[in-house]
């Protein structure tokens, strides 16, 4: 029996709507500054897409466009000045950032009440003890597809393959503070498709496609699709064969239409929780 596809698209347009309803009940509107150093295509599309969303919700956004050239102490500069506006309540830098820039420096100086990517060392400490006011988007995501289509992670076995510190760390975290029991591996985990057998949910965050196969699923698994790659064909494709997994699964996210929609609903959510937060 074929596996129910996880849809991620018309999940994020329920959120929209439930967001922009919040929105509208606020005293004033949010605010989302988003900032692009240089001219990567895909930074580009991505902060299109953010600019898009925010609309659609009703949340006001500003856009700061850098040259590639510009200097680490502008970006930081900027920053300083959208840290001490009350109309903004998230600010987010699109990275990657050019080379000349030290992104540890620029995302630290981001006020961890702004930090809608939920990077920032205090944010990520919140989330280690369960605190937290931010979730980080994607693996936020993750979880509230789970919740949709009633996969309790309670008592099961969760596998991530996937060790980043945006997805593959956050997200075995949250799957651990709902009571699941994690495993984490990576690029240099021995005998993967063993571990990845016995996973009730399966999470890959690599980057590799085709990488889960068939062979290395748990009949009947959860199996969600983080990565974003492209094929020798240059069609958009995720980490999992999916065509062949679909068969064994019980729940599989497609890419596209899985879990990117839902990565930026979350940036929106948290947005929202921020503009909450200053008062509005």
């Known amino acids: 029996m074929a ?9 994020a347009a329920k959120c929209k709507a439930r967001i922009k309803e919040e929105v509208e009940h606020l005293s004033k ?12 295509p895909a930074s580009r599309i991505y902060v299109n897409h953010k600019k898009k969303d925010c609309a659609e919700c009703g949340i006001y956004s500003e856009e700061y466009a850098l040259p590639e050239c510009a200097r680490q102490e502008e970006l930081l500069e ?3 000045l959208l840290n001490g506006r009350e109309d903004i309540d998230g600010i987010l830098v699109q990275l990657p950032l050019p080379a000349q820039f030290d992104e ?3 995302l630290n100086a981001i006020d961890p009440g702004k930090d809608v990517d939920c990077f920032h060392p205090y944010n990520v400490g919140q989330l280690m003890i369960g605190e937290h006011t931010f979730l980080p988007c994607t693996p936020a995501g993750v979880m509230a597809m789970l919740d949709e289509y009633g996969i309790d992670p309670a008592g099961k076995h969760a596998v991530v393959v996937g060790r980043s510190n945006i997805v593959g760390k956050p997200q075995a975290m ?4 709902r009571h699941a029991t994690v495993t984490i591996c990576h690029s240099r985990t021995p005998n993967l498709a063993e571990i990845t057998r016995q996973a009730d949910i399966l ?7 085709g990488l889960i196969t068939a062979d290395m699923v748990n009949e009947g698994a959860a199996v969600i699709d983080v990565a974003m790659n492209r094929n020798e064909e240059g069609k958009l494709c995720g980490d999992v064969d999916f065509e062949a997994v679909k068969e064994k699964a019980s729940f599989i996210t497609p890419v596209p239409g899985g879990v990117g929609p839902m990565t930026r609903v979350m940036l929106l959510e948290n947005t ?4 909450k937060v200053h008062g509005k």
């Not at 596996?3 to 999940?11: P, Q, R, Y």
């Not at 509107?29 to 990567?40: E, K, S, T, Y």
């Open 78 to 80: 900027l920053i300083d």
């Open 104 to 106: 540890k420096a620029v």
């Open 203 to 209: 999470v890959a965050a690599v980057g590799k496609t």
């Open 3 to 11: 596996a129910t596809i996880i849809d991620g698209k018309a999940l």
């Open 272 to 275: 929202l929780t921020a503009a």
């Open 29 to 40: 509107r949010p605010g989302l500054a988003v900032i692009i150093v240089g001219d990567n």
């Open 174 to 177: 949250l799957l651990l503070q």
